[in-house]
Nanobody
Framework: QVRLVESGGGLVQTGDSLRLSCAASGRTFSTTAMGWFRQAPGKDREFVAGINWSSWSDGYYADSVKGRFTISRDNAKNTVYLQMNSLKPEDTAVYYC????????????????WGQGTQVTVSS
């Protein structure tokens, strides 16, 4: 089993920045990739960003956040970060960390582990 714990959410204003963290524990060696999804009220959970544990792997992003968000990892700490800059009200959602075994983090239906979520609210 793998346990994921998110932190770093909060209430910010338009244009501000936040950094989310997701610490993994347990059988982390079994996972291939980690990433972030978000879910706004009344909407489906959507992919935000993902990254593989391989040292040569770059992150991959949803078009809606490309150029504003950056995903990174610290393999030694089994932690993935999401740096969110130039935040907009439409970024308001609960952000979930996820991990997969044997595939990229892209489809919420195919993620193997989930964190409990952290609220990000961007006021206009």
């Amino acid at each position: 089993q793998v346990r994921l714990v998110e932190s770093g959410g909060g209430l910010v204003q338009t244009g501000d920045s936040l950094r989310l963290s997701c610490a993994a524990s347990g059988r982390t060696f079994s996972t291939t990739a980690m990433g972030w999804f978000r879910q706004a009220p009344g909407k489906d959970r959507e992919f935000v960003a993902g990254i593989n544990w391989s040292s040569w792997s770059d992150g991959y992003y949803a078009d809606s956040v490309k150029g504003r968000f950056t995903i990174s990892r610290d393999n030694a700490k089994n932690t993935v970060y999401l740096q969110m800059n130039s935040l907009k009200p439409e970024d308001t959602a609960v952000y979930y960390c996820a991990a997969t075994i044997g595939r990229p983090v892209l489809d919420p239906k195919r993620c193997d582990y989930w964190g409990q979520g952290t609220q990000v609210t961007v006021s206009s």
